[in-house]
Every structure is written in structure tokens, then in C-alpha cells.
């Protein structure tokens, strides 16, 4: 995968930031609307992220994807097994 490093590691904290903060959420206060508006949310995330930083510094959408998506939803789901088994 293409891309500069310090961006990907920058992308991926963002992300996992985020992560932690859904699983928090989902853990205290549980929805479905709340899960649904918290898995769009690392795409916009992307989306976003790929404009500010120019495409190819973070390696296009393979690398928002990758460390982007992968960390969001690692996040989230080590905060929320956390927080729900506290």
C-alpha cells in the first residue's frame, strides 16, 4: 500500500479517537439509530480526511479503508466490551 507514514499513523488516531467514543456511547446509551450514524460516520471521516491531506499521501481509499476503518472498528469494539463489562 502506497502512502507516507506520518499520515497513515495520523489517520489512524483520528480513527481510533473516534472508535473509543462510539464504544463508549454505544455501551452507555444503546441504539440502533445511535450503531447506524456510528458506522457512517468513519466513511464521511475518510472521505474528509483523503481531501484535507491529498489522496496519495494517505495511499487513496485503500489506506483510508485499511487504517482508517480497521482501527475505527478496533476501537469500538475493545471500548464497548470494556465499558459494557465494567
Known amino acids: ?28 446509551r444503546y441504539s440502533i439509530v445511535l450503531v447506524m450514524a456510528l458506522l457512517i460516520l468513519p466513511f464521511a471521516l475518510g472521505r474528509v480526511l483523503e481531501r484535507l491531506l491529498e489522496r496519495e499521501r494517505i495511499g487513496g481509499a485503500k489506506g483510508w479503508i485499511a487504517y482508517g476503518l480497521g482501527a475505527y472498528l478496533s476501537a469500538w469494539m475493545l471500548a464497548w466490551t470494556y465499558f459494557i463489562n465494567r
Do not use: F
Request: net charge negative; hydrophobic share 45%; proline share 4%.
Open 1 to 28: 500500500m502506497s502512502g507516507e507514514p506520518e499520515y497513515k499513523l495520523a489517520l489512524a488516531a483520528v480513527h481510533q479517537g473516534l472508535g473509543i467514543l462510539a464504544g463508549y456511547l454505544c455501551a452507555t
